[in-house]
Every structure is written in structure tokens, then in C-alpha cells.
């Protein structure tokens, strides 16, 4: 009989040092999606202990067809899904932004207007080409692009320009301490 596999989430967001938690997760659930995104499921696992298997391999799945189609690693993704709503495909934002990526009016009427990102799918679809066009629109860089992913083009471009370091900057902070976990798991 297969016993519970534990295994320590050591991720520090922000500033804030604390004892990492403990999650458990079945074995066999590790076992099974060795399948199909064995890894991709097991960190959306490890950042939503409380996200069911199947919702899981599903967001996982979709995530994984858009990394490929859109060159965009899929640590990159899973980080902003699980920062943008916690992997919660009905999340509606403060601003209107809605599902798992948190897509903006402003791009379903321009970036991603033939899509419809109440659909997963097509939300996850949507937040790629968001942050396509940010990493085209910074030469390539990730840190930029994945600020203006929260920010805005033009925020961003106002923060490079005042000479801000953007890795302090609260949002791209927790992701690059979210994304070097997910990092170190590996692909």
C-alpha cells in the first residue's frame, strides 16, 4: 500500500521568512499523472495542495499547449496563473480581470478578441499573447515582461525609466521567488 508522499514547499514571497508548510500529497496521484504533465501537475499540487487532480491535469494541460505554441517557459505560466488567481479559472479581479490568467477587458477587445476567456482554455491562450507581445515589446526580458503583464506597458517603461530595480518590485519579487522554486523542481 502506497503511503503519503510529503514533500516540503519552501517558497519565500516577498520578504517574509517563515516556516515553509507542509503539504501532503497521495502517491498514487504522483504515480498516475506520470502519464501525461507528471511535473506540471505535481507543482500546480505543490502551490494548490487544495486543487483537485483533475483540475489540475486539466489546467496543466492547457498550460503546457500554450507554453509550446507560444515559446514561453512553463514555469513562466504556472507562476502567473498561481499569482494571478491561484490557479482559479472563475476569479474575477477588482478591475474586471477574469479567469485563471486575469485578462484585462482591455485585451479582449484588443489582443484576444476573437477568443472567449471565460473558456480556460482560451483564457490561457489569451494571457500568452499578453505576455508575448510584453516580451516582444521588451527585447526578449522576462522581468520586464512579466511586470508589465501586472503593471501595464506604459507603467512598466515609466518604473525602467525612473531607474527603479524592477526585481524590487513587489509583484516581480514574488515572482522570481515563486518561479526559482518551480525552477528548482525542474521542467
Same mark, same amino acid.
Given at each position: ?5 510529503? &514533500? &516540503?514547499? +519552501?517558497?519565500? $514571497?516577498?520578504?517574509? &521568512? ?23 501537475? @505535481?507543482?500546480? =499540487?505543490?502551490? =494548490? ?15 503546457? %499547449? ?5 515559446? &514561453? +517557459? ?9 499569482? %494571478?488567481?491561484?490557479?482559479?479559472? *472563475? ?8 479567469? $485563471? ?13 476573437? $477568443? ?12 500568452? =499573447? @499578453? $505576455? ?8 526578449? *526580458?522576462?522581468?520586464?515582461? @512579466? ?13 525602467? =525609466? ?26
Amino acid at each position: 500500500m502506497l503511503k503519503k508522499l510529503i &514533500i &516540503i514547499l +519552501p517558497i519565500l $514571497l516577498l520578504s517574509n &521568512i517563515s516556516k515553509a508548510p507542509i503539504y501532503c500529497i497521495n502517491s498514487s496521484d504522483l504515480l498516475s499523472s506520470k502519464i501525461d504533465n507528471s511535473n506540471i501537475i @505535481v507543482k500546480i =499540487r505543490l502551490l =494548490r495542495p487544495d486543487l483537485d487532480y483533475q483540475t489540475s491535469k486539466t489546467i496543466g494541460l492547457y498550460l503546457k %499547449e500554450a507554453s509550446s505554441k507560444h515559446n &514561453i +517557459p512553463i514555469n513562466t505560466l504556472l507562476t502567473i496563473a498561481y499569482m %494571478e488567481s491561484s490557479f482559479n479559472q *472563475d476569479a474575477i479581479g477588482s478591475k474586471n480581470e477574469k479567469g $485563471l490568467m486575469q485578462i484585462m477587458p482591455l485585451h479582449e477587445n484588443y489582443s484576444c478578441k476573437s $477568443l472567449n476567456t471565460s473558456n480556460l482554455k482560451d483564457n490561457i491562450e489569451c494571457g500568452c =499573447r @499578453v $505576455l508575448s507581445e510584453n516580451l516582444f515589446n521588451f527585447n526578449g *526580458d522576462i522581468l520586464p515582461a @512579466v511586470t508589465a503583464y501586472n503593471r501595464g506597458t506604459s507603467g512598466t517603461k515609466k518604473l525602467l =525609466r525612473s531607474n527603479i530595480d524592477i526585481s524590487k518590485v513587489k509583484y516581480t519579487s514574488k515572482f522570481i521567488s515563486i518561479n526559482g522554486y518551480l525552477n528548482l523542481i525542474g521542467e
